[in-house]
């Protein structure tokens, strides 16, 4: 048996490939930075500390991995979430533990890995979470960065 394939349906096939291996490289990982300060503290912190958060996002697996380092802080950090929903000048509650809970002492960077449910990706690619450092001094929080996709 032979098999007859018209140009035309070559151009559509490969089109079509070529749609595919588009829509999988828009839904590649995004890698970006959150400056945090404690200017984006609700209310404002004075402070001369200061964060990045560098994370990388993968919106096809919602999966969500961080490495946030911190420096000048005003005493030792005790905890570190991502907050939501809410936008730049609103407080939320705590999304995801960055920290370990306890009175671990909390590292420098902190490091992580989060897979997040279909709520949190759509408040997360509509802005609406934010990066929050907690210290001893400010237990509100001493700097946070509002988290922005790209």
Do not use: C
Not at 74 to 95: K, L, R
């Amino acid at each position: 048996m032979k098999t007859i394939v018209s140009q035309s349906s070559l151009v559509a096939i490969a089109a079509a490939a070529w749609l595919g291996l588009a829509s999988v490289a828009l839904a590649a990982p995004m890698s970006f930075s959150v400056p945090l300060a404690g200017a984006q503290e609700v209310p404002a912190v004075q402070t001369a500390g200061s964060s990045t958060a560098n994370l990388t996002y993968d919106a096809s697996t919602k999966d969500m991995t961080w490495s946030i380092s911190y420096k000048d802080l005003s005493g030792p950090v005790t905890m570190a979430h991502f907050h939501g929903p809410a936008a730049a000048g609103s407080n939320a509650g705590v999304q995801i533990w960055l920290s370990k809970r306890g009175n671990e002492p909390v590292p420098n960077p902190i490091t992580g890995h989060a897979t997040l449910t279909d709520a949190q990706a759509t408040q997360l690619a509509a802005g609406q979470w934010y990066v929050n450092i907690h210290t001893k001094n400010h237990p509100g929080g001493e700097v946070r960065g509002q988290v922005k996709l790209p």
